[in-house]
């Protein structure tokens, strides 16, 4: 019913920033709760940050550390994953994800995901 596609992955040094962003389609986008998440290789898909309906509410990964900013245009049907002072262990597929209830650090939070994009950090 939801559909989301992530883009702004990419191959960057440690200390370089990427954006990522989430297009939502299928179903109305702005009352739902929005998250990231990410999985390495051979790793579970953990939190990584999520958004309210209106942008008023977030929660970040201890991980993240300030680095990283979860944003939302709803008239885009966007959300963004802003993400600063990358490090190696930042390297995973980060995935968007969707929620019609609450926001959740928990991965059956959500309902909808997207594919994912790869985000490489290494010099």
């Known amino acids: 019913q939801v559909q989301m596609v992530e883009s702004g992955g990419g191959l960057v040094q440690p200390g370089d920033s990427l954006r990522l962003s989430c297009a939502a389609s299928g179903r109305s986008f702005s009352g739902f709760i929005m998250g990231w998440f990410r999985q390495a290789p051979g790793k579970e898909r953990e939190f990584v940050a999520g958004?309210?309906?209106?942008?008023?509410?977030?929660d970040y990964a201890d991980f993240v550390k300030g680095r990283f900013t979860i944003s939302r245009d709803n008239a885009k049907n966007t959300v963004y994953l802003q993400m600063n002072s990358l490090q190696p262990e930042d390297t995973a597929v980060y995935y968007c994800?969707?929620?019609?209830?609450?926001?959740?650090?928990?991965?059956?939070?959500?309902?909808?995901w997207g594919q994912g994009t790869q985000v490489t950090v290494t010099s």
């Open positions: 958004i309210n309906w209106n942008g008023g509410r977030t």
């Open positions: 994800a969707a929620s019609s209830r609450e926001v959740s650090r928990l991965r059956r939070g959500y309902d909808y």
